[in-house]
T-cell receptor
Framework: AAGVIQSPRHLIKEKRETATLKCYPIPRHDTVYWYQQGPGQDPQFLIS???????DKGSIPDRFSAQQFSDYHSELNMSSLELGDSALYFCASSRTQGATGELFFGEGSRLTVL | AQKITQTQPGMFVQEKEAVTLDCTYD???????LFWYKQPSSGEMIFLIYQGSYDEQNATEGRYSLNFQKARKSANLVISASQLGDSAMYFC???????????????FGKGTKLSVIP
């Protein structure tokens, strides 16, 4: 079965640079979520989109922005990168109709800021 | 607001024995879901088991079972016949629908690192 696809899997950037992460949800899933997991931390919710509209916002810095496109894929843009942005970024998707609330996670994109 | 508490930062278990990972939660919602995810050192988040707040029977998935005690607000994960490959970080999480938003709010606990000893 198709899973959530994230790219790139690994990314190395320098401070003050910009990074873009991509997420392709499971087909027919209408909601996409972004989570940030720092070293030794639990995942923290950043932002979610339902039917291409932002549905909820968590602890996402102003330097970050995200959107969901017409084909339901989503991109997380991170600017003016800081050392503290080094983390594993998860994308997850879910479907609303008849759902249990389970989020299906991608394998994550590991960002390292030097 | 939802809160998940996992009080065991680390656990050790002998191979082939059973182990229980603790999870308590706090919510004012009547309808919610409880999940356990496994995160090996490679980083991916692997879904293990789900329990709905209205489910009367405890969920089971192979060697995993969820000991759901609603009155105590606990959702402990029991792994039977531990294997070396079970060594990983385990996260308990709770999901609740965001009214009118079409999405869910998933809150994670801090995790328990399980180490299986040969």
């Amino acid at each position: 079965a198709a899973g959530v696809i994230q790219s790139p899997r690994h990314l190395i950037k320098e401070k003050r640079e910009t990074a873009t992460l991509k997420c392709y949800p499971i087909p027919r899933h209408d909601t996409v979520y972004w989570y940030q997991q720092g070293p030794g931390q639990d995942p923290q919710f950043l932002i979610s989109f339902y039917e291409k509209m932002q549905s909820d916002k968590g602890s996402i810095p102003d330097r970050f922005s995200a959107q969901q496109f017409s084909d339901y894929h989503s991109e997380l843009n991170m600017s003016s990168l800081e050392l503290g942005d080094s983390a594993l970024y998860f994308c997850a998707s879910s479907r609303t109709q008849g759902a249990t609330g389970e989020l299906f996670f991608g394998e994550g994109s590991r960002l390292t800021v030097l | 607001a939802q809160k998940i508490t996992q009080t065991q930062p680390g656990m050790f278990v002998q191979e082939k024995e059973a182990v229980t990972l603790d999870c308590t939660y706090d919510t004012s919602d009547q309808s919610y879901g409880l999940f356990w995810y496994k995160q090996p050192s490679s980083g991916e988040m692997i879904f293990l088991i789900y329990q709905g707040s209205y489910d009367e029977q405890n969920a089971t998935e192979g060697r995993y079972s969820l000991n759901f005690q609603k009155a105590r607000k606990s959702a402990n994960l029991v792994i039977s016949a531990s294997q070396l490959g079970d060594s990983a970080m385990y996260f308990c999480a709770m999901s609740a629908a965001i009214s009118g938003a079409g999405s869910y709010q998933l809150t994670f606990g801090k995790g328990t690192k399980l180490s299986v000893i040969p």
